[in-house]
């Protein structure tokens, strides 16, 4: 697996909260499991104390999107590097795919679950992989959607780095928004440049 897609595992945790609308799906332990996708073994580490923890990450990780789609890399890059101290991760060669009729396995790099528990195992490969992400792509690839209540987090792959919106709904809600806004500018510049053309009624005193 390449590493930088671990960043998924960043997005994902940024968007078990939305605090523009005040939801958040992160109330349980069974939700916290299923952020692990097929991860079986990490995801039945997880107890109720990890529910609290995953939230600060989760704010921690949000901090970091905030600051890059604010433009702000240093910050961006500072919040992450403590993320990483903080969550050390554990590399591994893994070899479960195979490259040739012979079974000789495919030999990658994988991050090992971490064996403390299991905020420690996410945290640490959430951080890494949008590290990874960050180092190879570049800052302003780490986005907040604009479509406005969202913010959801993403990650721009986009070859002109034009993305702005997490989702198609997003950027489809987006684009009738404004131009809903358009029409509405439209014709209030048509009624007062009808009212302007309006000749004046008034009676002049002679």
């Not at 697996?1 to 940024?14: I, P, T």
């Not at 890494?128 to 570049?138: D, E, I, Q, S, V």
């Not at 440049?193 to 008034?202: C, L, V, Y």
Request: net charge negative; charged share 30%; with cysteine.
């Amino acid at each position: 697996m390449e590493l930088a897609s671990y960043s998924d595992y960043a997005v994902r945790l940024v968007n078990t909260e939305e605090p523009a609308r005040n939801k958040d799906t992160l109330t349980s332990v069974e939700a916290v499991r299923e952020l692990f996708g097929g991860s079986q073994q990490a995801a039945r580490r997880a107890t109720e104390a990890d529910v609290t923890r995953f939230r600060s990450v989760r704010a921690r990780l949000r901090a970091v999107f905030e600051a890059a789609d604010g433009g702000e890399e240093t910050l961006a890059v500072d919040l992450l590097n403590s993320l990483l101290l903080e969550f050390p991760v554990s590399p591994q060669i893994s070899g479960h795919d195979f490259r040739d009729e012979d079974g000789r396995p495919d030999w990658h790099m994988h991050l090992a679950d971490h064996p403390s528990n299991a905020t420690a195992g996410y945290a640490a490969i959430a951080a890494m992989g949008l590290a990874f992400h960050l180092t190879g792509h570049g800052v302003d690839r780490l986005g907040l959607c604009e479509a406005a209540p969202c913010r959801n987090a993403y990650l721009d792959t986009s070859t002109n780095r034009s993305r702005r919106y997490c989702s198609d709904r997003c950027a489809t809600r987006a684009n009738v928004a404004a131009y809903r806004a358009r029409k509405r500018e439209e014709a209030e510049r048509t009624g007062r440049s009808a009212e302007a053309a309006q000749p004046s009624t008034a009676v002049t005193d002679r």
